[in-house]
C-alpha cells in the first residue's frame, strides 16, 4: 500500500513570501488532516477535511493560511503571506475513519514538508 | 476543546530497563489514544493504540495503560533497546472522524 505522499520535502523562503504544500492521501481514505509541528512540540491541527468538505479548521490562521481539497483526493496548503513562526515540519495525514463512524482507523502520516522562513 | 499532557519531555534509560510515559487527558468524551513513535526527520508511526472498552493491551515489548475514571494513559516499553530511541507522542480523539490532539513529546534516549 503505498503511502501518503507529500510535497515539497524542504522549503526556504523569506517571510511575507506565499507558499504550497501537496499531499496525496493513501487510496480510500476519506479523511485528510493538516498538522504543524514546531520544533519541539507535538503535531498541533490544521485542518480536516472529510472528501472534499471542511470538518475542523477551528485552528487555522485564516488571514494566512488556506487549504483545499477540491475533488476529494489531493490537499494544497498555503501560506500568504508567511511569518518567521511559521517555521515549522507541515505533516499531511489520512485514515480511513470518517464522522460519525463507529470506528477510530489509524492516521497515517506523510514525511512532511520542513519550511523555514527568514 | 482535548488538552492532551505528556510527561516527561525526556527520559534517558540503560538498555534492558524499562521506560514509562504517562498522559492525561482533559475532555471524558475522548475513547481512543493511540501512541506515536517519531524517529528523527521521520514521521510519527503508530505503534500501539488502545480504546476506551479496553484498560490495558499489549504488543511484545510494548504495552498500554487506561484509567478511564482518572483520564490517564501510559505507555510501558520493556526490555528496552537502543532502536527505541525516538521521540514518543500521545495522543486522544473522540469516536470515529475526530482529529487527534497530541502531547507534547518525550524524548527517549536509550543506552548501550
Known amino acids: 500500500e503505498a503511502g501518503v505522499a507529500q510535497s515539497p520535502r524542504y522549503k526556504i523562503i523569506e517571510k511575507r513570501q506565499s507558499v504550497a504544500f501537496w499531499c496525496n492521501p493513501i487510496s480510500g481514505h476519506a479523511t485528510l488532516y493538516w498538522y504543524q509541528q514546531i520544533l519541539g512540540q507535538g503535531p498541533k491541527l490544521l485542518i480536516q477535511?472529510?472528501?472534499?468538505?471542511?470538518?475542523?479548521d477551528s485552528q487555522l490562521p485564516k488571514d494566512r493560511f488556506s487549504a483545499e481539497r477540491l475533488k476529494g483526493v489531493d490537499s494544497t496548503l498555503k501560506i500568504q503571506p508567511a511569518k518567521l513562526e511559521d517555521s515549522a515540519v507541515y505533516l499531511c495525514a489520512s485514515s480511513f475513519s470518517t464522522a460519525g463512524g463507529s470506528y477510530n482507523s489509524p492516521l497515517h502520516f506523510g514525511n512532511g514538508t520542513r519550511l523555514t522562513v527568514t | 476543546g482535548e488538552n492532551v499532557e505528556q510527561h516527561p519531555s525526556t527520559l534517558s534509560v540503560q538498555e534492558g530497563d524499562s521506560a514509562v510515559i504517562k498522559c492525561t487527558y482533559s475532555d471524558s468524551a475522548s475513547n481512543y489514544f493511540p501512541w506515536y513513535k517519531q524517529e528523527l526527520g521521520k514521521r510519527p508511526q503508530l505503534i500501539i493504540d488502545i480504546r476506551s472498552n479496553v484498560g490495558e493491551k499489549k504488543d511484545q515489548r510494548i504495552a498500554v495503560t487506561l484509567n478511564k475514571t482518572a483520564k490517564h494513559f501510559s505507555l510501558h516499553i520493556t526490555e528496552t533497546q537502543p532502536e527505541d530511541s525516538a521521540v514518543y507522542f500521545c495522543a486522544a480523539s473522540r469516536n470515529s472522524g475526530y482529529a487527534l490532539n497530541f502531547g507534547k513529546g518525550t524524548s527517549l534516549l536509550v543506552t548501550p
Open positions: 477535511f472529510q472528501n472534499n468538505g471542511v470538518v475542523d
